[in-house]
């Protein structure tokens, strides 16, 4: 039966409807031309729901909440002695850091067109600073991290971390992205000094406390405070660019707040508008690197545990950034696939040989890149914006770094908020996914890492399929993963076991 034809009226109604999307659909905050509808198409903007000015906003929003890699990284490396004594020279670990993370984001905008920013990784880099160099000299020490990201490149070219990402059960990704959602939201609270450890925790049960005595105290808790309630009331208004507009907001405040008040410390940056706005790069760390030196340093075993270590944790942080950072920003598919994948993965890697091979510790994805996604980022062009701020680092690292920790951090609160909300997807009432979806969700934060967290996930998913008779239910990729985690969790009495330690 056909339908009965429109009135005049309705008809004019629908085509001035369809005209006004076919207009909103093409609007572009640059000029019309031939540059900007190609690199519409190219990055998939208006495919994916964005718009130029989103990108443009998520990127900025990106790079100042990972901006503190700038300040956090030299002060790692360069606090840290070598077997011999050496250190590492601040500036030119500060510049290292801002060239890798700028070259590796831009490639992963173009390569992988996904709004998911890279620098120097925390963590790994407290690894390579208090673990590996004093086994051994800085140039071996980088080495490893050459050797491990070259590794992981390879596992990408055999298809098999592209493997393991898709053979997580969805609950378990979307337990992923609930579990870095209060991670990263833990982080924000942390940076800002609305938490803090308890200075002597052995004498108390408690761990962490409220400021820095128990109680909020100091303009900088202040801003923080600020910050947070300006962000969620923009959100609630859902004002365009509410996260970028707080850290800028909150930026300014700080700067008054500073030249008005005693300000004791603002901690690792602090928001005063310095003497010189631009300096000059010293690329000396570049190429210091040697592959297998290591091995004439310590013993094979040695090596390799700590290879294994590196690769694992970068295999897996990387695994969990990406699932929640496209999970949040809605673009995994309906079996929750993540859109190129592999080239995601592959730049994840070399970003890893840079790394060791500028001497700035192994760079890897950022969960920061989920406050990007927050304020609207949906594609790689956000990556330019982001690399590109980085690249002007080099040259104008005083100005950059004004932005405090606690004018940045609330973004990282708000995205965490934005995360959690994808636990309504998991199933409470299956204890096969429910407790392993929990202890994800619960390890990542209390433990300070992602890939505690994923890991615990996995081992607890193994074995309640197997007490429930339904192990053949299990990926043998999963089957691989989790005896990988058993040898990572236990790799102390294993060192212990074969005469490392």
């Given at each position: 039966?056909?339908e009965?034809?429109?009135?005049?009226?309705e008809?004019?109604?629908?085509?001035?409807r369809?005209?006004?999307?076919?207009?909103?659909?093409?609007e572009?905050?640059?000029?019309?031309?031939?540059?900007a509808?190609?690199?519409?198409?190219?990055?998939?903007?208006s495919a994916?729901?964005?718009?130029y000015?989103r990108?443009i906003?998520g990127?900025f929003?990106t790079?100042?909440?990972m901006?503190?890699?700038?300040?956090?990284n030299p002060?790692?490396l360069?606090?840290?002695?070598d077997?011999f004594?050496?250190t590492?020279?601040?500036?030119?670990?500060?510049?290292?850091?801002?060239l890798v993370?700028?070259?590796?984001?831009i490639?992963?905008?173009?390569?992988g067109?996904?709004?998911?920013?890279?620098?120097?990784?925390?963590?790994?880099?407290?690894?390579?600073?208090?673990q590996?160099?004093?086994?051994?000299?800085?140039?071996?020490?980088?080495g490893?991290?050459?050797?491990?990201?070259?590794?992981?490149?390879?596992?990408v070219?055999?298809?098999?971390r592209e493997?393991v990402?898709?053979?997580?059960?969805?609950?378990?990704?979307?337990?992923?992205s609930?579990g870095i959602?209060?991670?990263?939201?833990f982080?924000?609270?942390?940076?800002?000094g609305?938490v803090?450890?308890?200075?002597?925790?052995a004498?108390?049960?408690v761990?962490?406390?409220l400021?820095?005595s128990?109680?909020?105290?100091?303009?900088p808790v202040?801003?923080f405070?600020?910050?947070v309630l300006?962000?969620?009331?923009l959100?609630?208004?859902?004002?365009?660019g509410?996260?970028?507009?707080s850290?800028?907001?909150?930026?300014?405040?700080?700067?008054?707040?500073?030249?008005?008040?005693?300000?004791?410390?603002?901690?690792?940056?602090?928001?005063?508008w310095?003497?010189?706005?631009?300096?000059?790069p010293?690329?000396?760390?570049?190429?210091?690197?040697?592959?297998f030196?290591a091995?004439s340093?310590?013993?094979?075993?040695?090596?390799v545990?700590?290879?294994?270590?590196?690769v694992?944790?970068d295999f897996?942080?990387?695994?969990?950034?990406?699932?929640?950072?496209s999970?949040?920003a809605g673009?995994l598919?309906?079996?929750?696939k993540v859109p190129h994948?592999?080239?995601?993965?592959?730049?994840?890697?070399?970003?890893?040989?840079?790394g060791?091979a500028?001497?700035?510790s192994?760079?890897?994805?950022?969960?920061?890149?989920?406050?990007?996604?927050?304020?609207g980022?949906?594609?790689?062009?956000?990556?330019?914006?982001?690399?590109?701020l980085?690249?002007?680092a080099?040259?104008?690292?005083p100005?950059?770094?004004?932005?405090?920790?606690q004018?940045?951090?609330p973004?990282?609160?708000?995205?965490g908020?934005?995360?959690?909300?994808q636990?309504k997807h998991?199933?409470?009432?299956r204890?096969?996914?429910?407790?392993?979806?929990?202890?994800?969700?619960?390890?990542?934060?209390?433990?300070?890492?992602?890939?505690?967290?994923?890991?615990?996930g996995f081992?607890s998913?193994?074995?309640i399929?197997?007490?429930?008779?339904?192990?053949?239910?299990?990926?043998?990729?999963?089957?691989?993963?989790?005896?990988?985690?058993?040898v990572?969790?236990?790799i102390?009495?294993?060192e212990q076991?074969?005469?490392?330690?």
């Open positions: 039966m056909s009965a034809p429109q009135a005049p009226e008809q004019q109604a629908s085509d001035e369809q005209a006004s999307e076919e207009r909103r659909a093409t572009r905050p640059f000029p019309a031309g031939r540059f509808p190609a690199v519409d198409r190219y990055f998939r903007i994916r729901g964005s718009s000015g990108e906003r990127g929003a790079f100042f909440t901006a503190y890699i700038l300040v956090l002060l790692i360069g606090s840290a002695k077997k004594g050496d590492l020279d601040p500036v030119q670990l500060t510049t290292a850091t801002a993370a700028a070259v590796m984001t490639v992963m905008g173009v390569g067109n996904l709004p998911l920013a890279l620098a120097a990784g925390l963590g790994l880099n407290a690894v390579v600073a208090f590996i160099a004093p086994l051994m000299s800085w140039d071996d020490a980088m490893l991290i050459v050797l491990e990201g070259l590794l992981i490149c390879v596992l070219a055999t298809g098999l493997a990402m898709h053979a997580v059960p969805q609950p378990l990704k979307q337990a992923i609930v959602g209060l991670f990263i939201a982080i924000g609270f942390v940076d800002a609305f803090s450890r308890v200075p002597d925790a004498r108390t049960t761990p962490v406390q400021g820095g128990g109680t909020l105290t100091g303009w202040l801003v405070c600020l910050g300006l962000t969620i009331a959100l609630a208004r859902k004002v365009r509410a996260l970028l507009i850290i800028v907001v909150m930026t300014v405040v700080a700067l008054v707040v500073d030249s008005l008040a005693d300000v004791e410390s603002w901690g690792l940056t602090t928001p005063a310095p003497d010189s706005v631009v300096d000059t010293d690329f000396g760390l570049l190429g210091h690197f040697s592959l030196g091995f340093e310590t013993t094979a075993i040695t090596v545990l700590l290879v294994f270590t590196l694992l944790s897996f942080d990387t695994m969990g950034t990406v699932v929640g950072v999970a949040e673009l598919d309906e079996d929750g994948l592999g080239r995601v993965l592959l730049v994840d890697g070399a970003a890893a040989v840079a060791g500028a001497s700035a192994s760079a890897t994805s950022y969960i920061e890149s989920a406050a990007g996604v927050g304020e980022a949906r594609t790689g062009f956000a990556n330019l914006v982001t690399g590109g980085f690249a002007l080099l040259f104008l690292t100005l950059l770094t004004i932005v405090p920790l004018a940045a951090a973004a990282l609160v708000a995205v908020f934005l995360m959690m909300t636990v998991i199933d409470w009432d204890y096969e996914i429910a407790v392993p979806a929990f202890l994800t969700i619960a390890v990542m934060p209390f433990t300070y890492s992602i890939t505690n967290g994923i890991g615990a081992l998913y193994v074995l399929k197997t007490v429930l008779g339904r192990a053949r239910e299990v990926h043998p990729l999963l089957w691989g993963a989790s005896a990988l985690f058993a990572y969790f236990a102390d009495p294993l076991l074969l005469g490392v330690k």
